[in-house]
């Protein structure tokens, strides 16, 4: 079993900075695909951004330039790194771990960002 445990959430004016934190536990493998997830009231979840066990990164066109996720294998714990934040980035973030054909979800942190 996997946990997730998401941090680093708050309000914060347009144009701000917000870092997310996800701390892994349990069965965790450095080979696996860490990834932030984002749903906003009334809407559907959708993908913000991926890393792969070799640093390869993926990231929604909405968000790039902005947000850089990383990831530190050691901790087993992966960030999100926020920048010029705008009001449409206000949601719920939520951290998954894809391995061996799983999907873990942690509980998410929501992230407000004031006009």
């Known amino acids: 079993q996997v946990q997730l445990l998401e941090s680093g959430g708050g309000l914060v004016q347009a144009g701000g900075s917000l870092r997310l934190s996800c701390a892994a536990s349990?069965?965790?493998?450095?080979?696996?695909?860490m990834a932030w997830y984002r749903q906003a009231a009334g809407k559907q979840r959708e993908f913000v951004a991926s890393i792969f066990s070799g640093g390869n990164t993926v990231y929604i066109d909405s968000v790039k330039g902005r947000f850089t996720i990383s990831r530190d294998n050691g901790k087993n714990t992966v960030y999100l790194q926020m920048n010029n934040l705008k009001p449409e980035d206000t949601a719920v973030y939520s951290c998954?771990?894809?391995?061996?054909?799983?999907?873990?979800w942690g509980k998410g942190t929501l992230v407000t960002v004031s006009s």
């Open positions: 349990g069965s965790i493998f450095s080979a696996n695909a």
């Open positions: 998954n771990v894809h391995q061996y054909g799983m999907n873990y």
